[in-house]
């Protein structure tokens, strides 16, 4: 039978409310009898009633995220080095993480977060590419339910942020291929409606007119941020007259794509096309060839995201609530050397 605050009151001959007190490290209780109750709980292998606690406390010490992605499973590396992230974050400070799946702005997503706000099955919320026009986020603010989100919004709503500048990072690999002599640069952008696309999108247009390149309307082709996207999209390239000599996949999965989808075409990236990514993914470092692309921290972003939302759900002002990271152009061997000859 498992030991009571009782039984450890009877043994150490001090009330009820003193053992759980001690335990709970008041001040008001003397040191030394403190650590006669704590060697006492130790002895008996007193376990605390964990669900009594958080019901007293009216917390749950649970953080959630709602992934939004297709389907039952995820295969952007991308999320597992996030997930990772918060989860260690998460754990260094007690608290649980509960992580749910749900298609981005579908009726199951909208209903896990009101869910959320309503029951309060979590503490608080991490959220992730937000939206130009973000229900998720209008919701959280308009009920003052704890959040932090790995990304920005375009509306003026004021809340705590993690954010990479996908446009200074963006700006970095346009120029390093036009650096290499590419006149002729595509974009396979991420789907309309992401924040982040959006500053990508801009990072490449901002470059390639300070350079004084114009862009064709057929070089921008939008892509889902998977690896088909990148492979489908490419395709629908490699058939434009001239075709491109430098291709950017919106993040790394679809870059990945490309270059499966060049290589089946017998074509040698890095010299017949030059491919970069966004993100940096582990993946990214193992491809053959390497792939070229922006590097973000992924899994400290995950962590830095956690933390701030501790914060937040502590009622502490994070000392900074909106953080903008510069991120890192990594040049590896799919963007070759010089420009292809065509």
């Known amino acids: 039978m498992a030991a009571t605050l009782k039984d450890i009151a009877r043994k150490v001959g001090v009330s009820v409310t003193t053992v759980s007190r001690g335990l709970a490290g008041y001040s008001d209780v003397a040191a030394e009898t403190r650590d006669r109750i704590m060697a006492v709980a130790a002895e008996l292998g007193y376990s605390p009633n964990v669900t009594a606690q958080r019901l007293q406390k009216q917390r749950t010490d649970m953080l959630g995220f709602i992934m939004p992605t297709f389907g039952p499973r995820f295969s952007d590396p991308f999320f597992s080095e996030f997930i990772a992230g918060i989860g260690n974050e998460a754990a260094a400070h007690n608290y649980d993480l509960l992580v749910s799946t749900h298609a981005p702005d579908s009726e199951g997503e909208r209903n896990a977060y009101l869910r959320a706000v309503k029951k309060g099955w979590v503490d608080g919320l991490i959220v992730v590419r937000t939206r130009e026009d973000d229900a998720r986020i209008q919701l959280l603010c308009e009920h003052q339910f704890p959040f932090v989100a790995f990304g920005r919004t375009s509306d003026a709503l004021d809340f705590p942020y993690v954010d990479e500048d996908s446009a200074a990072g963006m700006r970095l690999l346009v120029q390093h291929f036009i650096d290499l002599g590419h006149e002729r640069i595509a974009f396979i952008s991420p789907p309309s409606g992401l924040m982040f696309g959006r500053y990508r999108l801009q990072g490449f247009y901002e470059t390639m ?104 759900i502590n009622g502490r002002v994070p000392q900074n609530p909106h953080t903008l990271l510069t991120p890192t152009l990594i040049v590896r061997a799919s963007s070759g050397k010089t420009i292809p000859q065509t």
């Open 209 to 312: 007119q300070a350079n004084g390149l114009a862009v064709q309307p057929e070089w921008i082709v939008l892509g889902d941020m998977t690896q088909r996207g990148g492979a489908e999209a490419m395709e629908s390239l490699l058939a434009l007259q001239p075709r491109p000599t430098a291709v950017i996949g919106g993040n790394d999965l679809m870059a990945i794509g490309a270059i499966n989808r060049i290589q089946q075409e017998g074509l040698q990236v890095g010299q017949d096309i030059a491919v970069g990514g966004f993100d940096d993914i582990p993946l990214a470092a193992y491809m053959s060839p390497p792939l070229t692309t922006i590097h973000q921290p992924i899994y400290e972003i995950g962590k830095a995201t956690c933390a701030m939302l501790i914060e937040v």
